[in-house]
């Protein structure tokens, strides 16, 4: 939060909220702080940075500033929506290729990568997505420990994450945040930090106890 980065910083808030909820915090208290949260909105208003307050802004309405801060998702939305059902083509988009999308190899990927592989495209990697965080709940829900049963949901629900910040601020749900699509965006960092998640979590599964039939 001091860089200030306050993206990353409720990311990392969100790991550790994870590894809570999985050991059994109750949903009364869940309720009770996402209240609490919700009532603390108006007055954390004023001590975020102008950055921070011209992305909420540009979330509600980017068309406000169509050349400036809104740039980044009205051109994004436009790619998107220009891939239609089947695509352009591989490397035959042109919102990134002309570089109206900025970040195009990072945290606006997905703009891209629904321009060229449309609407079919956009469901495979949606239910690839799907299968990892899938397999991922089931290798926490038969760990042999609670270590490592926390550790894998909170790997797992960490992917999730990611997959969901990165589409929903390219497709205008959330503010924009910098965060990299899992195992698309370019990165050599990240990769390593979600191949390393991978392979804690097939680590678990070996050391799991075997299902019962």
Same mark, same amino acid.
């Given at each position: 939060?001091?860089?200030?980065?306050? &993206?990353?910083?409720?990311?990392?808030?969100?790991?550790?909220?994870?590894?809570?909820?999985?050991?059994?915090?109750?949903?009364?208290? /869940?309720?009770?702080?996402?209240?609490?949260? #919700?009532?603390?909105?108006?007055?954390?208003?004023?001590?975020?940075?102008?950055?921070?307050?011209?992305?909420? !802004?540009? =979330?509600?309405?980017?068309?406000?500033?169509?050349?400036?801060?809104?740039?980044?998702?009205?051109?994004?939305?436009?790619?998107?929506?220009?891939?239609?059902? #089947?695509?352009?083509?591989?490397? @035959?988009?042109?919102?990134?290729?002309?570089?109206?999308?900025?970040?195009?190899?990072?945290?606006?990927?997905?703009?891209?990568?629904? @321009?060229?592989?449309? =609407?079919?495209?956009?469901?495979?990697?949606?239910? !690839?997505?799907?299968?990892?965080?899938?397999?991922?709940?089931?290798?926490?829900?038969?760990?042999?420990?609670?270590?490592?049963?926390?550790? #894998?949901?909170?790997?797992? /629900?960490?992917?999730?994450?990611?997959?969901?910040?990165?589409? &929903? !601020?390219?497709?205008?749900?959330?503010?924009?945040?910098?965060?990299?699509?899992?195992?698309?965006?370019?990165?050599?960092?990240?990769?390593?930090?979600?191949?390393?998640?991978?392979?804690?979590? !097939?680590?678990?599964?070996?050391?799991?106890?075997?299902?019962?039939?």
């Amino acid at each position: 939060m001091k860089q200030p980065d306050l &993206g990353t910083a409720l990311l990392v808030l969100a790991a550790g909220g994870y590894v809570i909820i999985l050991d059994g915090l109750s949903w009364k208290a /869940m309720a009770g702080m996402a209240a609490t949260v #919700a009532l603390s909105l108006p007055l954390a208003w004023p001590l975020l940075h102008d950055y921070q307050r011209n992305r909420v !802004m540009t =979330l509600i309405d980017p068309s406000a500033d169509p050349l400036g801060k809104g740039f980044q998702v009205l051109q994004a939305g436009i790619a998107i929506g220009s891939g239609g059902v #089947a695509g352009k083509g591989w490397m @035959e988009g042109t919102q990134g290729r002309l570089g109206f999308l900025p970040e195009r190899s990072t945290d606006f990927i997905f703009s891209v990568y629904a @321009e060229e592989f449309g =609407l079919a495209g956009n469901l495979a990697l949606l239910v !690839m997505y799907f299968l990892l965080v899938l397999r991922g709940l089931q290798i926490t829900a038969n760990a042999s420990t609670a270590f490592s049963r926390l550790l #894998a949901g909170a790997i797992t /629900m960490i992917f999730f994450t990611y997959a969901f910040v990165n589409i &929903g !601020m390219v497709s205008g749900i959330v503010p924009v945040v910098g965060v990299p699509l899992p195992f698309i965006s370019y990165g050599g960092t990240a990769l390593m930090t979600l191949g390393l998640g991978c392979g804690i979590l !097939m680590s678990i599964q070996r050391q799991s106890r075997p299902t019962q039939r």
